[in-house]
Each structure stands twice: as C-alpha cells, then as structure tokens.
C-alpha cells in the first residue's frame, strides 16, 4: 500500500484565496483525521471522520475552514478565504478500528506545508 | 481539558549514550502514543501502548498506569536518531491529545 497520500505537498497562497487540502487514506482504513501543525500550538487535532461521518469538528478553528470525506477514499479541508495565520503543516492520518478497543495506531500522511501571504 | 506533558523540550547527547523523554498525562486513557517526527516532516507511529513495555529494535517504551506516566528510551543512541519525539494520548474515543514534543539531537 501506499500509504496515507496527501496533496498538494506544498501551497503557497495569498490571503483571501481559497485552499483545498487532498487526502487518499490507507485502503480499508475507516477512520480519517486531519491535523494541523505549528510552531506556537504544536499538533492539534482539527476533525475526525469514522466510516465517511464527521464525528468530532471541535478543533476546527472557525467557519472558515470545512472538511468533507464524500467516499472512504477521499477527503478534503478546505479553507475559504485563507489568512496569514492559517499557515502551517495540514496532516491527514487513517486508522483502521480494532474490535473492542477505541484507540489503534494511526497512519500519517506526509503533510502539506500551506503559506499564507 | 486533556493534558499531556512532556520533558526535556530540547536534548542533546552523545553518539552511544541512553535517552530518556518523559510524558506525563491528566486523566485516565486507553491509549500512550510515542510518535516521531524527522526534520523532513514525515510522522511515524513508533508505538502504542496501555501497559507495560513494548520494544522494538533500540526504542523502549514504558507506561505505569497508576502514576500516568511514560518513557520513551533510546538505548546506544546514533545520530539518525536526531528527530522530534512526540508523545500522544487516546482518552475514550479515536482522538489524540498531543504533548510538545522533544527535540532530540545525538551527536557523532
């Protein structure tokens, strides 16, 4: 397998443009999240989708960012208008669910390094 | 809210010597989650584990429940280990709560 496939791997942008983040999960995987890294916050979680569904959206920082997962092989986050601040690393990461067990280890894509201008 | 702590933010040692990062956690989990991270970017799982100790190849990790902490050791440290160590945990529910990460850098 491929592994977890993000893209593009690097955007670069200026404020008020809108940003479409990609991301193919590891095949049969049915968990899907997206992370978003910076220097000042670290790794925060931004949402989570298991078997397609948006289960968590609380880190999502504002309207201004979207994420949709239309088939098991497919997501994106969008942000719509971009701000300077919004730059950083966008990860995306699957998992496949364990029976009986609510954590498993995730698989991490390579991340796209978004800038902002 | 779900904390994870970890420390030293920064360590640097010597081609050969033992390392040792610790995570300390708020509340009960299911899960500790030692990650690391390459100056190229790229985020690996190196383990996940609820009890115990794991080890794989140089790389040991621990957790002792009942003082909700974990290491991780690096033993006869090389310089290829040079990355940041990211200690994650999982409370009940998929999501993972990060801590800040340890720089590690093993010089020659």
């Known amino acids: 397998d491929a592994g977890v496939i993000q893209s593009p791997r690097h955007e670069v942008t200026e404020m008020g443009q809108e940003v479409t983040l990609r991301c193919k999960p590891i095949?049969?995987?049915?968990?899907l999240f997206w992370y978003r890294q910076t220097m000042m916050r670290g790794l925060e979680l931004l949402i989570y989708f298991n078997n397609n569904v948006p289960i968590d959206d609380s880190g999502m920082p504002e309207d201004r960012f979207s994420a949709k997962m239309p088939n098991a092989s497919f997501s994106t986050l969008k942000i719509q208008p971009s701000e300077p601040r919004d730059s950083a690393v966008y990860f995306c990461?699957?998992?496949?669910?364990?029976?009986?067990?609510?954590?498993?280890?995730?698989?991490f894509g390579p991340g796209t390094r978004l800038t902002v201008l | 809210k779900n904390e994870v702590e970890q420390s030293p933010q920064n360590l640097t040692a010597q081609e050969g010597e033992f390392i040792t990062i610790n995570c300390s956690y708020s509340v009960g989990i299911s899960a500790l989650h030692w990650l690391q991270q390459h100056p190229g970017g790229g985020i690996v799982s190196l383990f996940m584990l609820s009890s115990g100790k794991k080890k794989h190849g140089r790389l040991i990790a621990t957790i002792n429940i009942q003082e909700k902490h974990s290491s991780l050791h690096i033993t006869a440290s090389h310089p290829r280990d040079s990355a940041v160590y990211i200690c994650a945990a999982t409370y009940n529910d998929y999501k993972l709560s990060f801590g800040a990460g340890t720089t590690v850098t093993v010089r020659a």
């Open positions: 095949s049969g995987h049915d968990y």
């Open positions: 990461a699957s998992s496949l669910k364990l029976a009986a067990l609510s954590y498993n280890e995730q698989f």
